[in-house]
C-alpha cells in the first residue's frame, strides 16, 4: 500500500522557520523524483520544490528561493523541506508528490501558518 505520510506542519511568527518531513512507504522511493508543493483555498498549486532522484539536483520556486532547502534521505524513505526566513505568504497547505515515469503519488498534505 502506497503511503506518503507528511509531518512537522504548525504554527510560526514571521521570520522563523520549521522543518517538513513526508515519509513513503509501498513504492521504491529512491527511483522517484519528489516535489513539495502549496495550496491556498481558492488559489492554484504551486511547485515549491523539486529534487531527483539520488538528491544531487535540485531546484526551487521563486518564491522561496534563498530561503527553503529540499533534501531526501533514500535510506529513510524520507523527503524533507527546511523553511527559513518565514513570511505570512508562506501559509498554505503543503503537499508531498513523488512520480516516475508511470505513477504519481501525494501525500495528504500539512497546514504551515506564518503569522504573528
Known amino acids: 500500500q502506497v503511503q506518503l505520510v507528511e509531518s512537522g506542519g504548525g504554527w510560526v511568527q514571521p521570520g522563523g522557520s520549521l522543518r517538513l518531513s513526508c515519509a513513503a512507504s509501498?513504492?521504491?522511493?529512491?527511483?522517484?523524483?519528489m516535489r513539495w508543493y502549496r495550496q491556498t483555498p481558492g488559489k492554484e498549486r504551486e511547485l515549491v520544490a523539486y529534487i531527483s532522484t539520488g538528491g544531487g539536483g535540485r531546484t526551487y520556486g521563486d518564491a522561496v528561493k534563498g530561503r527553503f532547502v529540499i533534501s531526501r534521505d533514500n535510506s529513510k524513505n524520507t523527503v524533507f523541506l527546511q523553511m527559513s526566513s518565514l513570511r505570512p505568504e508562506d501559509t498554505a497547505v503543503y503537499y508531498c508528490m513523488a512520480r516516475n515515469s508511470v505513477a504519481e503519488y501525494w501525500g495528504q498534505g500539512t497546514q504551515v501558518t506564518v503569522s504573528s
Open positions: 509501498g513504492f521504491t522511493f529512491s527511483t522517484y523524483v
